[in-house]
């Protein structure tokens, strides 16, 4: 499963606190206009109110001014009689412009003005005019209370449209009260789940930031102290795993260039090894020839010596000479045969030939060993350098002499088949350690000879099977430790 | 040449051309006994008990420290003396600790090596 990224998640984290703050403030604010509305209709009443007083005080006027003209016919009481008269159509416009909004305080209104207007209409003008005329009976007419009946229903009219108004008021205020403790509870809780939400949010930014931040800390101290197998767990959110996959890929790479240095180390390591190994085994292997050719010199300078022993010193000296040149030769073709520029004729060579040579050349040799040879009657053909495969043949004979010191048979045999042919040289001697076995064919591979005395530069066999393997053929061998071993070589053979 | 009362001196070199060498240098007058290989010098040196032991270090078979340490062993100091000759320069502290008179590089001069014998064997002058 991938998971997010942290910037997703951050991000995400940030609307949703932007949206619950802006929840919060919009909560607070809609109750803030609630409160507002409320006292604007409560206001509002009040004027309605306002409005009904005055029209009552106006109707008080009317029925007083009534009354007292009446009573005494004094023309002064019609003045605020018609002065209300006259106020009465401005004041109901105000009133129901007022409650214009309230269908059934309108509906009250209107019944008002047609009660008041009745009231005029029927009795207070009629009256005055009786009053103008019959003065007693216009009293009478008072006394008769038709007018107090009148004005006690538009009282109760006033009554009941002030009443109205009051619950109308009330009822607001009240529902404002409730929404605004509702809006109040409701900003609490959302800015009390804000600070809740942020806490996490801080918590999580802290488990899923500063957590792994700490771990790639340490992991990089680990990883500077030298430990380069440290690695960091690879989940967490995106850019966290990427962070600690970046890092681990960064110690695998740090871990496996320290371990190609090492290998490489090693490797020099061991390169240095054989070089000294070379320079001992070149310094003490030129020694001895030289011993010989120098202290033979020396003689042959100093003393006096019959022609006899001038002829041998001479021939030791030459002898000693050649085994120098040679020495130097093999370790010239092994530098050369490393740089791939050992050149090799194509000729055509009867390997039979070869073998018989090289076996007259050693049998001469030593007294304590046989050479026997074995070879077909048909000739052996190959394609190559006849100088570098009697080199290979020579060396194989002279390691089995070298490696029998008690002496003993050597064979070598040469045969055919219908693609190789085949060399092999056997000997009795000391054999091969199967520990050592794989080291043959190694450069300046000694195995227990050095130790033994057996000399030897350990260069050999290691031409002989490059030479071998540049003709297209192969070398292998079979020891057993005390046993004495068996070389041999397979090479393509020639068309006739 | 009267081997009764010539001194014996035993070469101990694998290679048959330094021998030589070493005989016609050493010169006439001593009784020479060779061993080309560890094994043989100390079973010639037991049997002749020889004045001195000329010994190459890398001998086949046995190593010539070992040969050393054996016939040192066997061998008093006072009786037989051992020069240890060698190509192996930096053998030469561990061939003089394991008891040889002296040590001889190899290649050595013939005056050096008539020296030293001279000198082992309580000769003035060869």
Redesign the interface.
Known sequence: MKSRSLSTRMIAASVVLAVLVAAGFGILIHSVSTLDEARDREAHSKDVTVATVVLEKLVLDLENGLRGFVLSSNQRFLQPLNRARAQLPGRFRDLERLVSTNPVQTRRARSLRTKINEYIRDYSVPLVDIAQDQPAAARTAIAEGEGKIRTDTIRESFAELLSAENAVAAASAASARRQSQRAIILAISTLVACALLIVLFGLYLARSIAKPVRATATAASQLAAGDLSVRLAEDGPGEVSELSKAFNAMAAELERSRKDLETQNARLRESERRKSELVTIVSHELRTPLASVLGFTSLLLSRELDQGDQRRYLEIIDLQGRRLSALLNDFLDVEHLEEGRLEFARQLIDMGTVVDEQAQLFSGQSTRHTVDVELPEKPLPVRGDPNRLAQVVGNLLSNAIKYSPEGGIVKIVGERDEQFVRVSVRDEGLGIREDLQKGVFRKFFRGDAGASGIPGSGLGLTISRSVVEAHGGRMSFKSAAGKGSVFSLELPLAPD | MQTGTAKKILICE??E??R??IR??IGDGYFFVEAD??AAAIELAREHRPDLIILDL???????LEVLDRLRHELPPGDTHIVVMS??THAENAALSAGADRFVP?????EELTAIVAEVLGEAAA
């Open positions: 694998d290679d051309n330094l030589q060498l016609v240098v290989d560890g890398m001998l086949p078979r046995l190593s010539g190509a192996w190899k290649p050595f001069e013939a």
